[in-house]
């Protein structure tokens, strides 16, 4: 949508437009670089990623364009928000501190908590459908794999893959209630009930699974809103 450097987010009908209604809807109107939405559980309002004020923060809007909200100010790069599915946090990575590490942060700006602490850059990270758990790739151990940390910080973050086939820039994983089969070529914590969509049949392996657990490439797929009346589009 629009110039590379000139990225909008819009929303469109989840259920399509026709020719006499109204089509996608431009939600940010700026001349910046608006990308990486996601919704709030209530489908009322997004976060995302933009470069109107200098470098890349993060801002959240409600679905008909007001209510605009920067949600972070740092001298680095916020980016991949992501809201949690209780609406009461958004995680982000964030290069702050000098590598990218994952944050969460409240939907108003307060209460930043850091997540990780890693030599490498953890990015985009994903909660978990019940909200305990976070889902990010990471190039700590030399690869780029994929680890969950739990958001209560109880326990140190785990590798759930081991491919050596993930690309940080290719798009983010998604969760499903599934169960690892026998053989699987992944290390599944104790205690994590819903597994990585794609993880669970032995017969994949190393780009086929990458393809599996990631969406979009380049360009970021649509996302539909839990309420399923809007689509998001960028």
Known sequence: ???????????????????????????THHP???????WSPDGQ????????????????????????????TSPGTDTFPHWSPLGDRIV????RSGDFEIYSVKPDG????????????DMHPVWSPDGK????????????????VPVDGSAPAQQVTDIDALQ??????????LEAGPGARTRVPAGVEAMLDGIASAAVRGQELARRLFAGGAAEPPRRAPHRRWCRCR
């Open 32 to 38: 910046a670089n608006d990308g990486l939405a996601s």
């Open 110 to 121: 307060r209460d930043l908590k850091r997540l990780t602490r890693s030599p490498g850059r």
């Open 168 to 177: 940080i820039e290719i798009g983010i994983a998604a969760w499903a209630s």
């Open 133 to 148: 758990w976070i889902s990010y790739v990471s190039d700590k151990s030399g690869r780029e794999e994929l680890y969950v």
């Open 45 to 72: 309002r997004l976060v995302f990623r933009s470069t109107r004020d200098g470098n890349k923060e993060l801002y959240v809007i409600s679905t008909d364009g007001t209510g605009l909200t920067r949600l972070t």
């Open 92 to 95: 982000f990575a964030s290069n």
């Open 1 to 27: 949508a629009g110039q590379r450097t000139n990225n909008e987010i819009y929303l469109v009908d989840a259920n399509g437009c026709s020719a006499e209604e109204e089509e996608a809807r431009n939600l």
